[in-house]
């Protein structure tokens, strides 16, 4: 039976030894999934070294196919190899090689060894699906692997952060990243069993574990109930407020009367603090505006006055529409766009503020490492575009027709305030 090779080599400009620990710091194989890919961790025991373990479960088409990953061989600084223990293929060695340039950067190569099930069939049948896959999913890890190192490059002063909302779309994302630029993060949870990287809080509560801050430099708050999710109710409105505010004030508190609090406190907030504004240019400097979610995000803001007034650094993120398949709205629109269901909204001239989930880290680590930068940030592309324009591009880059139009008069009734605020406003 035939065994099929993939070999991606790239060069990185820094030396090997950075590039290799980049590798082993956890949160790399996170940092490394693309988004696109279907693919949970089970269970992890160690991390690159010979004889750590991963075990997972990927999704090939509706089906999803569990994976033992066993690193077999190590050689610090020069490679390590993973192989599959139990899985879909017949066989797989990964090779992960590390080769100096020099001082001052080193080339990655990531060699593969694979067999396919139900040979010879598959070889003539599924071969070449297997191989693009592979193409595209090296791709993307070693464009990251690029342009992560390259960050670390230009900021290098490592710090201990505490995060909440950490099992959010923003927040899942985030935790790897940092992690992998070399800082220590903690995770506050509402669980009553942490694990070793995890502190309990709960706001509802007033319960928080104020020992999780003790040396840390950066905090960042991003938990916040989500709003897309259907009509706004009185509870579910209550639940939206309560959630930011009762959240952002206890935060603000608790460092905020330590002797030797955090120096950085970062929230998120939304573009929504500017309410519906057509075509207009928004900057930080603009006004809020008049409808609930502006008022939400005003109250948000407002509630980490303690902080502010402690002498704390505090930045308000105002963030526009995440882009990635893992959550929010794209995660949503692609099973209807896919089936080639696209659609504009209203009359489709509402902008669209985006941001891609790289340029949110992107931004998110440019203000830990900056301390002249403080207050409101509009974390968006530079590049709005209306909501027929973001339809039909998506559309095609799927392949698939946009021309069904949903018009204010059914959106209004089925959504009510939520549909006129989110899906109608701009």
Sequence with gaps: ??????????????????????????????RLTPPWEEIQIISQAGGIEAG???YFKVKAGPVWLKWLAHHMLYEKNKMFQDIQRHGPFLFWEHNHQFEPDGTHACFLTDNIRFR?????????????????????????????????????????????????????VLGAALVPFLRTQGHSVTRMVRQTHQLNDEAFWNPYRQEIDTNAF????????????????????????????????KGTQMIAETISNMKSPPKTLICASAIGYYG??????????????????????????????????????????????VLTPRGGALERLLPLYKTGLGMILGDGTQMMSWISEDDFLGVVNHV???????????????NPVSQQNFSNILAQSLARPAFIHLPQWIITPLFGQMGKEVLLAG
């Design 368 to 382: 830990i490492h900056n301390p002249t930068i403080s207050g409101p940030v509009n974390v968006t592309s530079p």
């Design 116 to 168: 396919l099930p139900f040979t010879p069939l598959s070889d003539v049948f599924a071969l070449n699906t297997v191989k693009k896959r592979l193409y595209r999913m090296f791709e993307y890890r070693h464009a990251v692997t690029q342009h992560d190192l390259k960050l670390l490059a230009n900021y290098q002063d490592n710090q201990k952060i505490v995060i909440t909302g950490a099992s959010g």
């Design 52 to 54: 750590a373990q991963t």
């Design 214 to 245: 003790k040396n840390a430099e950066t905090v960042i708050h991003l938990a916040g109930e989500y709003i897309g999710d259907g009509r706004w109710n009185k509870k579910k409105k209550k639940r939206i407020i309560d959630s930011r505010v």
């Design 276 to 321: 519906n504004r057509g075509i207009e240019t928004i900057t930080e400097a603009s006004t809020p505006g008049n409808d609930f979610i502006s008022d939400v995000c005003t109250q948000w803001e407002n509630a980490a006055a303690a902080a502010i007034d402690k002498g704390i650094r505090v930045i308000f993120l105002r963030i526009g529409i």
């Design 1 to 30: 039976m035939k065994i099929h090779h993939f070999t991606k080599k790239t060069h990185l400009s820094v030396p090997v030894e950075t590039a290799f620990a980049w590798h082993e710091r956890p949160g790399a194989i996170d």
